[in-house]
């Protein structure tokens, strides 16, 4: 391995290119195989969006506080208490499920946690308040008829009010952590948070409620309801927002202006609405559940994996692309690509790592190249304005600080 002694190369030089070649690395920096690097620091977010991505979880940490005080209060806490640990199964199928999705280029833990809170609470608190305003309109329209009242709760009212709100809170993301918004796998990892956070809670109020008219834990109906939504349907929600997500991604990575995005984010909410519609309104008319869940909602559920896979193949082959154009100008060996680029490579350079006793270093090199050229695609692709540039600076100089570390600390 080469011993990269050259000092920090000047990457403010950089700051004015919007597309072209990156800057070129030190001489002989590139090394010429897969080996880790240690841990480089991610660029830190700036003062005045730390602090306001605080202050926007504190006001939502408090909604949630009252939606939970909301629910004590109809529920009583032994049946909140008890729904809640029941959410929490359905919840971390989800969790990990984002994980999958979001492992080698993760969103902030700030946003992340903003997005489920939102859910949680914001889009809660919305859909009941306008549950509450328009109950005596479709009272009106239902005449007495309890069917008909039930069908428009369920398959109008619900898809319209609880997707746009979980798509506001979408959009508040997409404008507040642009820079952390790179294309349509972010935006499904944050619809999934999103609505994670909104089933999370309907969970607890329909898991409390069975519990509450059952009187006991154990009751059949208590089990029945708990695998149709906690089993059977964890993804529901997740599947209906993350069309809000996937089309606010395609604006990311556009450099949609405001309202090319606007128009994006109503073109993905109507298939959101639509979804949702079937899933409530289809039991309406379906005797048996289990052959429409079968023949309906299943294979929607496989066509929706099938759509983040192919998502992140597109992902694999763009971080591909822009560490290719690293390794042209120094930074990266090119036979080092594919190891940090493409599922087979990263399996085999994780199992090297892990046979020389360096897995979790390994694991931090290609997360860290991955950031790297999704950053490098803002800034190509016109959107360096929001950070990408100061970002590639950082990334860049933690490279050649890691290579340092490393070559004064591996021989041979």
Do not use: C
């Amino acid at each position: 391995m080469s011993n990269p002694t050259q000092s920090t190369p000047d990457l403010t030089a950089s700051s004015g290119r919007h597309a072209g070649e990156p800057a070129s690395a030190p001489t002989g920096f590139a090394h010429d195989s897969v080996v880790p690097a240690q841990p480089a620091s991610a660029p830190k977010p700036t003062n005045v969006t730390l602090v306001l991505g605080i202050v926007g979880v504190v006001v939502l940490s408090v909604l949630a506080l009252g939606v939970a005080g909301y629910l004590v209060m109809g529920l009583g806490g032994d049946a909140v208490a008890l729904g809640g640990v029941m959410a929490l199964i359905p919840l971390a199928i989800v969790f990990f499920g984002v994980r999958w999705i979001d492992r080698w280029e993760r969103e902030p833990r700030l946003a992340v946690l903003f997005a489920f809170l939102w859910g949680a609470a914001v889009a809660v608190i919305i859909a009941l308040v306008v549950g509450d305003g328009v109950d005596p309109l479709i009272t009106l329209i239902s005449q007495g008829d309890e069917q008909v009242y039930q069908f428009i709760g369920a398959a109008i009212q619900a898809p319209l009010v609880e997707e746009s709100a979980k798509g506001l809170g979408l959009l508040v993301i997409f404008i507040a952590a642009r820079r952390y918004f790179d294309g349509p796998v972010d935006g499904i990892v944050y619809a999934a948070w999103v609505a994670g956070g909104f089933a999370f809670t309907e969970n607890i109020l329909y898991f409390g409620s069975q519990l509450l008219d059952a009187g006991t834990a154990f009751s059949p109906d208590v089990a029945f309801l708990f695998f149709v939504r906690g089993v059977m349907s964890p993804f529901a929600h997740v599947m209906f927002t993350m069309f809000i997500g996937l089309a606010l991604g395609i604006a990311a990575r556009r450099g949609s202006g405001i309202p090319a995005t606007f128009g994006l984010f109503l073109i993905g909410l109507i298939p959101a609405m639509l979804l949702h519609a079937l899933w409530n309104g289809a039991l309406f008319f379906v005797n048996d559940f289990f052959g429409y869940y079968v023949i309906v909602q299943f294979p929607l559920f496989v066509l929706a994996i099938v759509l983040v896979r192919f998502l992140r193949k597109q992902e694999a082959k763009l971080t591909f692309d822009r560490l290719s154009e690293y390794a042209a100008v120094g930074w990266f060996a090119h036979d080092e690509i594919p190891a940090l680029a493409t599922a087979q490579g990263r399996r085999q350079a994780l199992a090297w790592a892990t046979r020389n006793g360096r897995r979790s270093a390994m694991k931090q090199y290609i997360t860290d190249a991955t950031k790297l050229a999704f950053t490098r695609q803002r800034i190509i692709t016109g959107r360096g304005g929001i950070g990408a540039v100061a970002d590639e600076a950082a990334m860049l100089a933690d490279i050649v600080e890691s290579r340092r570390k490393l070559a004064g600390s591996v021989t041979g």
